[in-house]
């Protein structure tokens, strides 16, 4: 099993809807979870971090966390063509002080 | 905001030969680490360093060693590379906070 599970698309969602990302990790323990943007070619771009339960809310992005169900996902509202990339969830695995375990990501299409 | 720079973004080498990547970060973070990237397999940690002058293999460090003399610089080396090696070297620094790691832009290596 990995440690971080990610659907790997593509995702194609139209313009102005919402896009669901979802991520699981297998290490209960996990404290901290990431979501980074990366855009083909270019190096991945930390976008939200969440440590509690529930959701977290930055502009068009809200982060949910559900420690019971090891479940982390990525909600992006209104979504736009400039939002297609690949959008890596990584998780801070217990003991490892800053080291990230990172998915393989799952490639968003934002269609006109 | 966090700044970390590559020494190149392209970079052709022949097999055997010696190869240096640098990577100088800006932000005074304790934590520096060096990944690469190919399609499919995601990120993949090679080596990390908590502090000057100490490091830590990761989960690929075969082929590789690393030197961190200063805080701000942390270089990886390829003692003779091979053409397994071709691939998208990514640095990136965090503080022990863990509010995620910041990317560099990355150096695409070519090994022929």
């Avoid at chain 1, 855009?39 to 529930?54: A, D, Q, T, V």
């Avoid at chain 1, 966390?65 to 209104?78: E, F, G, H, M, T």
């Avoid at chain 2, 934590?31 to 100490?54: A, T």
Wanted: proline fraction near 4%.
């Amino acid at each position: 099993q990995k440690e971080v599970e990610q659907n790997s698309g593509p995702l194609s969602v139209p313009e102005g809807a919402i896009a669901s990302l979802n991520c699981t990790y297998s290490d209960r323990g996990s404290q901290s979870f990431f979501w980074y943007r990366q855009y083909s070619g270019k190096s991945p771009e930390l976008i939200m971090f969440i440590y509690s339960n529930g959701d977290k809310e930055d502009g068009r992005f809200t982060a949910q966390l559900n420690k019971a169900s090891q479940y982390v996902s990525l909600l992006i509202r209104d979504s736009q063509p400039s939002d297609s990339a690949t959008y890596l969830c990584a998780v801070n695995p217990t003991g490892t002080a800053s080291k990230l375990t990172f998915g393989t990501g799952t490639r968003l299409q934002v269609t006109l | 905001d966090v700044k970390v720079t590559q020494s190149s973004r392209y970079l052709v080498k022949r097999t055997g030969e010696k190869v240096f990547l640098e990577c100088v970060q800006d932000m005074d973070h304790e934590n520096m680490f060096w990944y690469r990237q190919d399609p499919g397999l995601g990120l993949r940690l090679i080596y990390f360093s908590y502090d000057v002058k100490m490091k830590e293999k990761g989960d690929i460090p075969e082929g590789y060693s690393v030197s961190r003399e200063k805080k701000e610089r942390f270089s990886l080396i390829l003692e003779s590379a091979s053409t397994n090696q071709t691939s998208m070297y990514l640095c990136a620094s965090s503080s022990p906070n863990s509010l995620g790691q910041f990317f560099g832009p990355g150096t695409r290596l070519t090994v022929l």
